[in-house]
């Protein structure tokens, strides 16, 4: 069938906004313990409470928990950092769990079928996440946060009984390691013996500046003797795991590159001093090269590597944006690519000689993946929809000058519908996407938010401007100081680029971004005359006040994007997009929830009136109940189609029932 001709935008497609909400579930938490494969998911219609999942060496995939107390399940989460991450550790059959809405750490065996959750955690304002779990002495290891005294908010590593007593007893939880403003990683020797972990101080984040520590461990679990392996100016350190062998491997950035390290020498020797391990260490790189083996850690328990067997380590790096998987051999850091088709976008574990890992394709959304001599299957897809190739438009790398001679780099998508095709002669609107952190990065997979866009006739930038991994700690850390300058000329220098080789309509050009996203989006409207409309989710307008309701883990993180500490330097002012917004002449959709702990409401409907009354085109969406980002079904499906309706309207774009918005001072 020969397409129908139609302008750009209007296109019919098959991807709706409820799909968001009923055909996709977030995967997370990946691990494997044995033959069997774990997982936590959550899911739009669940409220996004987190469930724990198994599948079986069988193919049997069950929820793992009971009710707790037979009254409510349990919501598999952590709010350590206030990110959380990893939530569970499990270990021959024994599972240790953070329930999100207590706080409490809760025991199950697996083995039993009349186990009940068993709390090992007293009911305080103590937070806990990151477990390893200790066999031999009845301990499970993990990063504790306290928020007893809430202006003092104190992160140690802790031992937690398993046998149940500290639920009742809490002064029996073991302080294994103090004295730092942050703890995470936890790992234990194959033997016992040792405990490796991380830590930093303010005004360091872990991908600034953390080290790694060692120590031997008493028959009790507190620490006998301990060294600080890896403590550098400027070098963060990733991801301690012991080899099968009592070797301890790390990833840190020395080189300017998250590359792999393996310290040797810590064998205990007959007859000698206990403490004589820490006089012979041999630290050296396995593969040193300009890639990234890890990614800065905002969430608790990254996994990008594991022990494949005892030669090898199975692991994903990025190179230049994009992620793959394969080994490197212990002995020699012989690094081998494996094809499998699929591209890395989570956790990387392994067991038995069988690799799991969360995964993506150009045609497939996120999966759990396992690949088992020459087979690779997707045995966990994220969604069941499955859509006609021909619609999907894949990710072209691009790299484009930047006016201060440097080089930025993204994804473009060309629109793809097979149904369609533009007008001779025309070229499609652009929507320009900004990831958030700003350190996160911007990956070529399959992604659902980018396709709604492309099978609808629009193109889409997916920039990776400079402060985004996967680039080298040199291009990350590029940011520094010019947070809202250098964030924003990327992107505007992008579609400069875009409009020179044709691919696009520059008359139609849309910037969009959540959080510090959408802070780059208003900055751009603000600075820039590239954008003729943006969208701001939740985004950040005044860096004074995100920085004054910033949790402990990110209450310094803006004093290194600007480069002072000072907040009366009128820098913080000056990178506010809260106070430019009079140099805004373009139309600007404004998408917030009503409890957004980090960007207040006020400061949204600030920017609304400030604008609607100098008679500028602006609308506020609020979501009654939301937070910072939108989980119940009808806000997101509500946001999807009122951005779409709003792109429609002002570059006079007609589609198919659109949504209802109110744009003020409509021309």
């Known amino acids: 069938m020969n397409p129908r001709v139609a302008p750009y935008g209007t296109w019919n497609s098959p991807i709706t906004p409820e799909m968001f909400t009923s055909r996709f579930v977030a995967l997370s938490q990946l691990r494997v313990d044995g ?39 349990v919501h598999v989460a952590t709010r350590v950092h206030e990110y959380g991450g990893r939530a569970y550790a499990v270990k021959h059959g024994l599972l240790i769990v953070s329930d999100g809405i207590d706080d409490r750490v809760y025991r199950f065996s697996l083995d039993d079928p009349r186990a009940e959750l068993i709390p090992l955690t007293p009911m305080d304002k103590r937070r806990y996440g990151d477990f390893e779990i200790d066999e031999v002495r009845g301990l499970v290891y993990a990063v504790c946060e306290d928020h007893t005294d809430p202006d003092n908010v104190t992160n140690t590593l802790v031992a937690i009984p398993i046998d149940g007593s500290a639920a009742r007893e809490g002064s029996r939880i073991i302080t294994v ?10 790992t234990l020797s194959p033997d016992g013996t040792k405990l490796a972990w991380l830590s930093w101080n303010h005004p360091e984040m872990p991908w600034t500046h953390s080290a790694l520590h060692v120590g031997a461990l008493d028959f009790d679990g507190y620490l006998d003797h301990s060294i600080v392996l890896v403590d550098k100016p400027d070098v963060c350190v990733y991801e301690p795991r012991w080899t099968f062998d009592g070797d301890l491997v790390h990833v840190d950035d020395s080189t300017g590159w998250a590359n792999l390290y393996r310290t ?60 793959h998987i394969g080994t490197v051999r212990l002995d020699n850091g012989l690094l081998e690519e494996w094809d499998t088709g ?115 006739g629009f193109a889409v930038l997916d920039v990776n401007h400079r402060g985004s991994t996967g680039f080298g700690r040199d291009y990350r850390e590029a940011l520094n100081g010019k947070l809202g300058i250098l964030d924003v000329t990327d992107c505007a220098d992008g579609v400069v680029w875009l409009g020179k080789e044709g691919a696009i309509d520059l008359d139609r050009v849309a910037i969009r971004g959540a959080s510090s996203g959408g802070f780059t989006a208003l900055s751009a409207l603000a600075t820039t005359d590239i954008f ?101 079904p009808e806000s997101i499906i509500r946001a999807r189609r009122v951005e779409l309706s709003f792109y429609a309207q002002v570059w006079g774009i007609d589609i198919d029932d659109p949504a209802e918005i109110d744009i003020a001072n409509q021309q």
């Open 342 to 456: 699929w591209w890395p976008v989570g956790n990387v574990t392994a067991s038995e000689g069988r690799v799991v890992y969360l995964a993506q394709t150009a045609h497939d959304a996120p999966a759990i993946v396992t690949v088992e001599g020459s087979s690779v299957k997707a045995v966990r897809p994220s969604t069941d929809l499955e859509l006609d190739p021909e619609v999907i438009s894949i990710a072209n790398a691009v790299s484009w000058p930047t006016r201060d001679g440097a080089v930025s780099h993204g994804f473009f998508y060309p629109p793809s519908n097979p149904a369609f095709q533009g007008p001779e002669g025309s070229r499609p609107p652009l929507i320009v996407t900004v990831h958030g952190g700003p350190t996160g990065a911007a990956h070529p997979g399959l992604n659902i938010e980018i396709q709604f866009w492309t099978s609808r």
């Open 532 to 632: 003729s409309a943006g969208t701001a989710l939740y985004g950040m307008s005044d860096l004074r006040v995100v920085a004054s309701l910033a949790s402990k883990f990110r209450s310094h993180y803006l004093e290194r994007l600007l480069q002072t500490a000072d907040s009366s330097d009128e820098i913080w002012t000056e990178r506010s997009p809260l106070f430019h917004v009079h140099n805004i002449n373009v139309p600007v959709l404004l998408l917030q929830g009503t409890n957004d702990p980090i960007v207040p409401l006020s400061q949204t409907q600030h920017i609304f009136d400030e604008l609607a009354s100098a008679g500028k085109e602006v609308a506020l969406v609020t979501f009654e109940g939301e937070g910072h980002g939108f989980v119940r």
């Open 177 to 186: 390691f103090e004295g730092t403003d942050f703890v995470a990683a936890p």
């Open 35 to 73: 033959p069997d494969i774990y997982w936590v998911e959550s899911h739009p219609k669940r409220e996004q409470r987190n469930v724990l999942l198994r599948r079986s060496a069988l193919g049997h995939t069950t929820e793992v928990l009971p009710l707790l107390e037979g009254s409510r399940l």
């Open 264 to 323: 040797e020498g810590f064998e205990w020797r007959n007859g000698e001093p206990h403490d004589a391990w820490a006089t012979r260490l041999r630290t050296r790189a396995l593969h040193p090269a300009s890639q990234a083996f890890s990614q800065p850690h905002w969430q608790l328990g990254l996994h990008s590597y594991d022990n494949l067997d005892r030669e090898n380590l199975i692991c994903s790096w990025a190179d230049q944006g994009r992620w």
